[in-house]
């Protein structure tokens, strides 16, 4: 008898989860951490640290991105460039203006998983749409719509 009971191809095999971040409620940091742990799989029952059972997720209407407070204006993002004084600093202001809301809510997603050889995967599943509109409509079976709790209000197929 095996060992690995429930462990097969079919609990390995990744869903396609949808999110309008342009009408959700909640803000970046919550959207950022519920989208990480479908990155993960943690929602998944077979779900181990050093395996990748995560799903695909795709987040639309990210130029409507909602954040709290005046983080909009103070909030700063680093980067260096390994020469002697080039740590250049953007506000999350100024990132919107010249890549959009897409790579803020990747930033927010990147800090929230583990820093480990499966984040760049994790990332490479994880597809971020300015717009409404996008490529993947045909993957997508069921969208569910969630309140700001996360708790499912309805599961709808998409057709």
């Not at 990155?39 to 997720?57: A, E, H, Q, R």
């Not at 999350?92 to 927010?108: C, H, N, P, T, Y």
């Amino acid at each position: 008898m095996s060992q690995t009971i429930g462990k097969t191809r079919l609990a390995y095999s990744r869903a396609w989860h949808i999110i309008d971040v342009g009408s959700d409620p909640r803000p970046l940091g919550r959207i950022a951490s519920r989208i990480a742990i479908a990155l993960m799989g943690k929602n998944k029952p077979i779900w181990d640290p050093s395996t990748d059972c995560g799903d695909y997720v795709v987040a639309v209407g990210c130029r409507d991105l909602h954040t709290t407070g005046k983080k909009r204006f103070q909030k700063q993002y680093y980067h260096h460039t390994t020469r002697p004084g080039s740590l250049k600093s953007m506000t999350m202001d100024q990132m919107f203006g010249k890549w959009g809301g897409s790579e803020v809510l990747k930033r927010a997603v990147s800090g929230m998983l583990p820093k480990n050889k499966l984040r760049d995967p994790r990332l490479a599943r994880l597809k971020v749409f300015e717009g409404t509109a996008h490529p993947y409509k045909q993957n997508i079976l069921q969208s569910r719509h969630e309140h700001g709790n996360g708790e499912a209000l309805e599961a709808q197929t998409v057709s």
